[in-house]
């Protein structure tokens, strides 16, 4: 079964919106209603978070009408069909709205079932991906560009079309994983305190763009956003996203939020997402929960600690000077704070080995260590899915009291044995 076109309805009117839900049998012809608006800046907000291949749109409009929705579309989502509604003394704005690029217009008043399926698929088949006639697209949707930039791929980019995308001068990167599925679903789209809600309201003219097919290592649900501000705004985002969410985590561990540093070219994109972002999720590893939420908070990098000595570690353990040998190794995971840098993925290799070089000490001394080995999977699955060194001392706590329960255990049988 092919994949069902997907299809905007915009009209100030509630009545006619409804009407048109209701005159055909959407999906038994190929296509599917993924959202509504009632003008045209609803619409614009809804194509970015839905991406609809056919816009079906009213003339006349408060806020923004039909002819300046319709040349923000195929300025910035150049492969969107349009299709307007219209009176027949509205014709003077079909016809400018022709010049931006509409596919084709439906007069209301002969709006009806057999007209309309036949614009959508005059509409469908201009559509390049359902064309199967192996036509390219000439001029990617911002999304696309952002994700090839990102990926390594060179882009050359037309300067008037980048400048209708992207207006202002200065550019972000916020991570987030707060309302990131907004508007996927009525309860989801209703989600009023969203991150990015929240931050369009305190900046009305900010561009915010996703990195839709962008995915974070390690953090699958949390989503990218390209952020564009005027030169007056671009020092005070960071301050108006504290004044939003003031610590970086939520009571659920999600992350509230991060930012990368500020930059002005796009081809910057890559660099910034490597070296500024992913490397600030990695540096809040370490650092306190509510501790640099952008480069430019980043405390004093210290003198780097000493190795961990797990020689005289295990001689504290084969001793069974476990709470000696434990305030040791907790030591160690903290002076991690002092220098944040540290290679995550190293870090926690290094707590993983020590786990299994007790087990197999105490097993070597024959201790039944069957808990602690049917145990120790679990844990590495747990240190791998860490986000924070909290989570790797308290794993160490459970640790060393399982330890000492396998030893009581022993003690006690000897005990049973003797008696």
Known sequence: MSELIKVLIVDDEMLVRQGIKHILNWEQNGFQIVGEASNGKEALALIEELQPQIVLTDIVMPVIDGEELTRMIKIRWPQIEV???????EFEYVRSSFQSGVSDYILKPHLETGMLIEVLRKAAFKIPSRTGSGQIEQVSSIHTILDKIISGYEVEL?????????????????GTEVGHQAGKGEEAGSA???LIDSLKAL????????????????????????????????????????????SSFSVNGEIEWMLSKAFTQLEQLKTVYQDSLLKLLEYRFFLPYNAALTPNELPKVYEKGKSFQLSSFMDLVRRLQLQEAFQELQKYVREQELDYTV?????????SNIIFNVIYLLGSMNYE??????????????IDKARHLDEIAELLNEFQLKIQECIYAMGMNLMVIQA
Do not use: C
């Not at 209708?164 to 972000?172: D, K, R, T």
């Not at 952020?227 to 005070?236: A, D, F, H, I, K």
């Open 83 to 89: 299709i307007v509604l219209s009176s027949f003394s």
């Open 158 to 174: 037309d300067p008037q079309v980048l400048k209708a995308w992207l207006p202002h001068p200065f550019l972000y990167l916020l």
């Open 192 to 194: 009023v305190h969203s």
């Open 203 to 246: 900046f009305p003219e900010m561009v915010v763009a996703k990195l839709k097919d962008q995915k974070v290592p390690g953090y699958p649900d949390m989503a990218v956003y390209l952020l564009n501000v005027r030169e007056e705004e671009s020092r005070t985002v960071p301050v108006k996203l504290k004044m939003l969410h003031p």
């Open 343 to 351: 290679d995550v993925f190293e870090f926690k290799s290094s707590i």
């Open 369 to 382: 260590v069957k808990p602690l080995d049917e145990a120790k999977y679990s844990y590495f699955k747990r």
